[in-house]
């Protein structure tokens, strides 16, 4: 008998025969005698149509207190519905809000940390042979109003509770079944891992690879909780993710995209020293978050610099530059936006080093020009036109994984 | 400066545009100096809505607690709305859920009583100068479950602060513009009342006049809460429900109709001691509500009764007579659903023993014939057939007040 803590998305709840199917995995696991939390978010769209509300009132500065107040209302719905749904298969289930769960947060609205989960009220519940549905991405501030703690934050949730109540297993139901080497729909010999580490999905989560909230990952290190990602609609094992993971025979677990990326160039800088302090502090007082950072020696003793910062953060970096004419002589900026960044993501990368040239002979066999370059530990990321990014990707893949 | 409870509806919150109008309906009086408590219900078809969705699940029988989980997002959904418009028109204002407003009910889901309010969290905003925007219909039981007050329950959350802050007075508004002395859209000449008493509101409330949710009034005459019944639409004096109203030349304060009552005769019972009994306990047995009785004697040592319940429980009550043929002997049953009920109001009646032959005399010159009479200190109803209910109204209405 293990304490099974589950995470369906939006998705997976859209309508009644959806709720249904998940009432009927869940109650699997439960007559096999397993105690199971189960964290929802809000059915299909309805955020986004509580969203719409919220614009209708005040299109540009909704309060984010009372934007937490209305988006909490989701998944209240789906988790009334899921319970509901459960009992009319006949099993006993019982429904919590945020804060019934117990979810402390702090209280930056839209964005809140969980504090702590006071898992008293589900274990009684749990004592009691209820299935536990639990409201996702919600809890509560220390003056009792309601906070949210971001899109993606019932991942973070549902790996809260299996942190608090040192569950066996944390499983997050998504519409892929498990972890692939490169996004299947574009590459059709990505391979499915059976495990992965955290460190690797954390850097796979970050590249987009959009298969599980960072957060949540990192909150799964940080805590040791056991995660398993897999297919909220066919019944198979999915990916696994842990700390350590046993070697296979690839360096590489995947391949990844992001098309979330513009280019900033700056041309013509005096060479003087100081500069890159002033444009990236300026930058941080804009709360933009520069990624790749290239800094080459121009003509005539001046330097150019470019930087990568997030696709909707681009115009926010041009602007706050341009402002800086007066302190900062350039000859001219520049943002590109027609970007992405292809990144491979593995382990056993750092004890091999023709790994890079491998992934550069790739793209070069392809025919594809690299912009930027940027390497850690465990990855390498280029960037490179947006355009033949898909093409990049299964060419590394191949190489690699093929 | 005073303290004021304000209460809309759903229809008065159904779409942006409305909300707004609210809002600056509430900042108007905020702007005088008075401290503002606002109760709203779900915006518009919410609730059926949420019913329609929890249908899906379970046509018949869905779980009253998830109910009450399901439906409470509604209000949820209002109170940031509004809380929102009036912070974007420029005023402090916080949206508070029923818990956190302090409603503490029993655990009756669907139909809750409160228990008591305690209202610190709504004291601690207006001390802040905030609008406090409180959600209608909801509370929290001692296990710390939401609950719900039941249909027409967010008048009487209105009416429960106004009791628990001793308010100056309590606002309902609502699609008519005050209580009038018959439906003014059937009736032309009706005519709107600046005052009437707790007990005369009651008896109109519980005769179809479906002004006010019948509880609150009870509930504000018990803890002597002033109400207002005004327009949201129009900027205009309602009118006042308080214990003792002024006298006024007429005797009469209104006519009303209630459409939702069905008669049930049994003929040809035995004419023994216990056959009354033996049938209203079988109802009540069946929870029907009995409104009317007749008895009368029949031939042959037979006698009949008559009596009326509502209409959506006439089926239930013509079975559970049925189904009592061995233990009671009779000829015939028979329903008829084509009843109204036609009721005259008012505190002065008692003293005036002409009231309900001229009632009865209006009524005959309209050529109107009665099936059931039935008499109380301040009221005066009649069945009569539905098709010439209407008609009834008027000419009772002209007799009296025209």
Redesign the interface.
Known sequence: MSLIVKKFGGSSVA??ER??NVARRIIDDYKKGNDIVVVVSAQGDTTDD?IA??K???PKN??K???D??L???E??S???L???I??LGCPA??L?GW?AGFETDSHHGISRIKRVNAE?IKTEIAKKNIVIVAGFQGLNKY???TTLGRGGSDTSAVAIAASMKADLCQIYTDVDGVYSADPRKVPNAIKMDEISYDEMLELASLGAQVLNNRSVEMAKKYNVELEVLSSLEVKPGTIVKETVKMEKTLIRGVAKDNNVATISIVGLQDTPGVAFKIFNKLAQYKVNVDIILQSVGRDGTKDITFSVPLDQGQIAVEAIEGMKEVLDFKSISLNDSISKVSIVGAGMESHPGIAAKMFEALYDAGINIHMISTSEIKISVLIDAKVADKAVSAVHDKFLG
Chains 1, 2 share one sequence.
């Open positions: 309508n009644a709720v249904f509580l509300k919220a209708e009132i005040n909704p309060s207190r009372e934007m107040m209305l909490a209302s989701g209240q719905i988790i009334s519905l319970a509901m749904a009992e009319t019982v429904s809000l019934q009220r009792d109003d309601i």
